[in-house]
Nanobody, 115 residues
Framework: QVQLVESGGGLVQPGGSLRLSCAAS????????MGWYRRAAGKERALVAV????????TYADSVKGRFTISRNNAKSTVYLQMNSLKPEDTAVYYC???WGRGYWGQGTQVTVSS
């Protein structure tokens, strides 16, 4: 079955960096679009970044452009989110997503940006 396992969240000070990882299994990873979404307290889940499967084209939310980078390693079936220059407003639960089949979500990983 499809599994998405996120890791790498935690507490970081403003201006710091974190790298999230999402290990995928149960589907053809290399040809599938993968994404990262986040849900802040009291808000709906929102797109952070997406990377397509074949061409590797990336798309970012305006709020993270220039600070976050999404990438993928097809040999490891893993997608990453490098987050730099973190701000308190980046605090949220971050979810990995695959467009495979009906679409699947990971369990989420908490990112807290606070001094």
């Amino acid at each position: 079955q499809v599994q998405l396992v996120e890791s790498g969240g935690g507490l970081v000070q403003p201006g710091g960096s974190l790298r999230l990882s999402c290990a995928a299994s149960g589907f053809t990873f290399r040809s599938t679009t993968m994404g990262w979404y986040r849900r802040a307290a009291g808000k709906e889940r929102a797109l952070v970044a997406v990377v397509s499967g074949v061409s590797g084209i990336t798309t970012y939310a305006d709020s993270v452009k220039g600070r976050f980078t999404i990438s993928r390693n097809n040999a490891k079936s893993t997608v990453y989110l490098q987050m730099n220059s973190l701000k308190p407003e980046d605090t949220a639960v971050y979810y990995c997503y695959t467009s495979w089949g009906r679409g699947y979500w990971g369990q989420g990983t908490q990112v807290t940006v606070s001094s």
